[in-house]
């Protein structure tokens, strides 16, 4: 085997090994599946503030701060708090009449994996939180909504629910409106402030964190982050780990979405283009045991010059497919590969797509999606990679050559390098041919390092079952696919070493890298195992193939020197 296949194997463990390790994220010793210091009740302030942007004008002052506690609010009334839940096809949300605001998302059509809480939906927030925090700025005035006490009128009809606040916040007349359609996951929240002064803003606060519904919870918490989109197309993510307690970052340029993740769902906020959000801030949130699971984020909406204001809620999962049915770059709120996204992102979108559209077409398990998805990637690069073989062929034959012109001119290397040209102007090749051989092999490790991040992140994959995989998105219990992909991968190098020449080095990397790529992939995603094993098992018959037509090949002659082999040099001196 020549230096090509050990360069091959050489780039293809760089690509696979060296992007997971570098960019992994910063592990934490141990997270408390209890843990939650953002839990602020319903009706309580708390301490946390956000700062308008200097260039938003909030009432007449642009330097103050718009904290939680109110400069001047209503009294809390007498009047009994009252909870109202909405059903839907899809989930369910509990409404406070204190404060008007969503105080709970319960998803039933997705599962809760986490220890302890096994059949049970998965619930978004931790007790307590709750989906929704408003604050207005009016005037002079800063008024938390958590302190006025609204009346409610629930209008339930067949395409969804309707529910209308009404209250009195700083003397003035307001309304909150919810829509909440049957088949979403989308809340159409709408404000009318009557006699709202100029300059007037509404503050929304995202929720200080997301309750983990996986069994890996210190996995979920290492997902959180906060993704904000600008009008001008940039998708910015801070994860929660990168803001230190205490730590701010404010954006104040127009953004369209702001939204809370974790590994599966989020909770985002999202306006229309021509009512933009007037700035971001970001406000790092205590730890627990070196654990970033909360943070302060939330954004400044300018109210109308009637009083008025209106945003989107969704509150739900990651799902790829409905995320762009939205619009606004919204399924590019989880950028895949970290900060390789701008490399990564196109092939991640591109895998996604086919691996749907195959799944839509077939009706296939996931598992089997995989397997055809990876047979199919093996047959498309055919061509290429029977190419390769060619010229590897081509090589091969023309090596005693090369070697006998390196030492005929070995001490004139200008020489050298004219008769090595004319040798592969000749054969219809150029010194460039050997790399490009390697390319086709290269060719599949783009899609396999897509897939390690869409499997990191796509809730397609969460909990689907195959063969004895009880979790395609998780390692695999039993450490039977990585072994797989191993074995694969040693069968695979030594049919394509079969008939050719011997090459220590080539024979060394034959053992040495399935171990060392087994090690490596023994934690991953069983379902990108599978994949890698599939790719391997697809690709033994064109090494076979490539076997057998070495085989025929004649005999290479012994390098001439002067006329004379050169291992009959080698004996006279």
């Given amino acids: 085997m020549d230096k090509r296949f050990f360069l091959a194997l050489l780039l293809t463990a760089i690509v696979i090994v060296a992007p997971p390790l570098l960019f ?39 330097s103050r701060q718009i904290t939680g506690t109110p400069t001047t609010s209503s009294p809390i009334t007498s009047a009994p708090i009252e909870t109202t839940t909405v059903e839907t096809r899809l989930a369910r949300y509990r409404f406070s009449s204190l404060g008007a605001a969503p105080v709970s998302v319960v998803l039933d059509s997705y599962p809760s994996r986490r220890p302890g809480a096994a059949k ?4 978004l927030l931790p007790p307590r939180a709750a989906l929704a925090h408003y604050r207005l700025a009016l005037g002079p005035d800063t008024v938390t909504l958590d302190t006025v006490s609204f009346r409610v009128q629930n209008t339930p009809s067949g395409n969804g629910s309707s529910l209308v606040y009404t209250g009195t916040v700083a003397g003035r007349p307001t309304t909150v409106t919810y829509s909440v359609p049957a088949d979403s996951f989308l809340l ?19 929720p200080r964190t997301l309750q983990s519904n996986e069994p890996d919870t210190l ?99 990651q799902d790829f497919e409905r995320l762009q049915k939205l619009g606004s770059d919204l399924d590019q709120v989880n950028p895949y590969g970290g900060l390789l996204s701008g490399l990564v992102q196109p092939f ?14 077939t009706h296939l398990n996931y598992g089997w999606v995989l397997v055809l998805f990876g047979v199919i990637i093996r047959l498309a690069l055919w061509p290429l990679n029977q190419g390769a073989m060619r ?10 050559e090369l070697q006998a012109l390196q030492k005929k001119f070995s001490d004139d290397p200008r020489k050298q390098q004219e008769a ?42 969460r909990g689907v079952p195959f063969l004895w995989l009880p979790d395609i998105s998780l390692r695999d219990p039993y450490f039977i696919t990585p072994i797989l992909m191993g074995l694969s991968m040693f069968l695979m190098s030594w049919i394509g070493m079969r008939n050719s020449p011997p090459n220590p080095q080539a024979k060394m990397m034959m053992f ?49 020197v002067r006329g004379v082999p050169v291992s009959a040099q080698k004996r006279r001196s």
Wanted: proline share 7%; hydrophobic share 45%; glycine share 6%.
């Fill in 391 to 400: 010229t590897s062929l081509k090589m091969q034959r023309l090596q005693p």
């Fill in 188 to 206: 159409h929240v709408g404000l009318k402030v009557d006699g709202a002064p100029a300059g007037s803003a509404l503050l929304l606060r995202l």
């Fill in 120 to 123: 049970s939906a998965a619930e």
């Fill in 219 to 317: 996995d979920d918490i290492r997902h959180l982050a906060v993704s904000y989109r600008l009008s001008s197309g940039d998708i910015e993510s801070v994860a929660f780990t990168k803001l230190d307690s205490a730590e701010s970052r404010g954006e104040t340029r127009p953004a369209q979405w702001i939204a809370t993740r974790n590994k599966y769902f989020l909770v985002a906020y999202r306006v229309g283009a021509k009512t933009p959000f007037m700035g971001v801030r970001l406000q790092g949130g205590p730890r627990s045991d070196k654990v970033a699971n909360s943070i302060t984020a939330g954004a400044i909406l300018p109210l109308s010059t009637e009083g008025r204001a209106g945003f989107d809620i969704y509150a739900g999962p």
């Fill in 348 to 361: 991640s979108v591109i895998v996604m797509r086919v691996l749907l559209w195959i799944k839509r077409t």
């Fill in 512 to 560: 040495m890298m399935p171990v060392v790529l087994t090690v490596v992939f023994f934690n991953f995603a069983s379902g990108l195992n599978l994949y890698y094993a599939v790719q391997n098992v697809a690709a033994i018959p064109q090494q076979w193939l490539l076997a057998r037509e070495r085989a025929k090949e004649p005999v290479a002659a012994a390098p001439m």
């Fill in 420 to 461: 090595i040209m004319k040798v592969y102007k000749d054969h219809g090749m150029s010194p460039l041919s050997p790399l490009m051989g390697c390319l086709p092999m290269l060719l599949p490790m783009p899609v396999l390092f897509a897939l390690y991040y869409v499997f990191q992140n796509t809730i397609e994959f």
């Fill in 24 to 62: 992994q994220r910063d592990g934490a010793r141990r997270a408390s599946s209890g843990i939650d210091s953002s839990r602020v009740a319903p009706g309580r302030t708390d301490s946390s503030h956000i700062q308008a942007p200097s260039s938003v004008s909030v009432a007449s002052s642009e």
